[in-house]
């Protein structure tokens, strides 16, 4: 918040995008960690950085939303600069009570100790949010990894079709079962459509393992591409890939995807394959449009 609000100390107006480029440059920040998205790839880590400093800013009075997307520095905010303080932090900022009002609203309490956002670690709350809900993501990735070793080999097959047709191969339900579905070593094998029209084809091997997939086991599968004159494969395990396996893959002269364990639950929860939603927050912005006259 201390750099933001020197970059406005010139009591000129600025563009939100003028301050992180320059607090960027002022932090010596590689180009690699200026394009360093949120968890969720929404938004740029040091864009929305800067949009929350200057969020808690305007609360607290010291900078003042000037046009669309602009801002300038408050009285307030250059009176605090001339008191040429070390740090500005969360805490700092509730000797102004327009803050400490808009802290204890946001906390739920009228009352007691007061909560103070991104004070612990020092990281916004879209950040906190995200950060959350990353590690639920994991940890249910985890929990859909164990339960699918519980079930049988018949369950897993089905399962794989689910989330082929729900990615939008083998055209419904029915086509894809029809022709991904002959059990072998607890795994699945077969060809799939790779889209509505049936325009190419795709083959399939699933094991369902917990150990690593090695180099054999892509090898036979490029042979088995061969065979079926296959130019497209894919090779899902419950388990994991060893090195060598991974780069025989990118090396064989068949496109082969392999999609490994968390692959597989990551694609599970993304397109809501044995999962379904426990709870929805809805996060809003305002509407600058309809504020316009």
């Known amino acids: 918040m201390l750099p933001l609000l020197e970059f406005a100390a010139d009591k000129k107006e600025h563009r939100f995008s003028e301050a992180v480029d320059a607090l960027s440059f002022r932090f010596h920040l590689t180009e690699e960690e200026c394009r360093q998205l949120l ?41 605090v600069l001339t008191s040429k303080p070390k740090q500005l932090k969360t805490k700092d900022l509730m000797q ?12 739920g309490k009228s009352s007691g100790k007061t909560l103070l956002p991104a004070e612990v670690e020092e990281i916004t709350p879209k950040e906190m949010i995200e950060t959350g809900y990353a590690k639920l993501s994991e940890n249910l990735a985890d929990e859909l990894l164990q339960k699918i070793g519980e079930c049988t080999p018949a369950f897993f097959e089905r399962l794989v079709v689910d989330l082929l047709v729900r990615m939008g191969y083998g055209g419904s339900f029915k086509e894809a079962a ?15 459509k790779e889209d509505k029209l049936g325009l190419d084809t795709i083959y399939i091997q699933a094991k369902r393992w917990k150990g690593a997939v090695g180099r054999p ?7 088995a591409l061969l065979g079926q ?32 364990g968390q692959t597989l639950a990551a694609l599970m929860i993304e397109y809501k394959v044995g999962v379904s939603i426990a709870q929805t927050y809805e996060i809003n912005k305002i509407d600058l449009d309809y504020f316009e006259e």
């Open 96 to 107: 102004f009570e327009e803050f400490k009002l808009f802290i204890k609203r946001s906390s």
């Open 178 to 192: 029809q022709i991904v579905g002959k059990s072998s070593d607890e795994g699945i094998d077969g060809v799939i």
């Open 217 to 223: 086991e892509i090898q036979k599968f490029a042979g």
């Open 39 to 79: 968890p969720s790839k929404s938004q740029n880590v040091m864009a929305n950085r800067v949009g929350w400093a200057c969020s808690y800013m305007k609360k607290a009075g010291l900078l003042q939303s000037s046009n669309r997307g602009c801002f300038r520095i408050t009285d307030r905010g250059t009176a």
């Open 229 to 260: 004159q296959a130019a497209k494969g894919v090779f899902m395990t419950t388990g994991l890939f060893t090195k060598e396996a991974e780069e025989y893959a990118a090396r064989v002269d068949r496109k082969v995807v392999l999609i490994d």
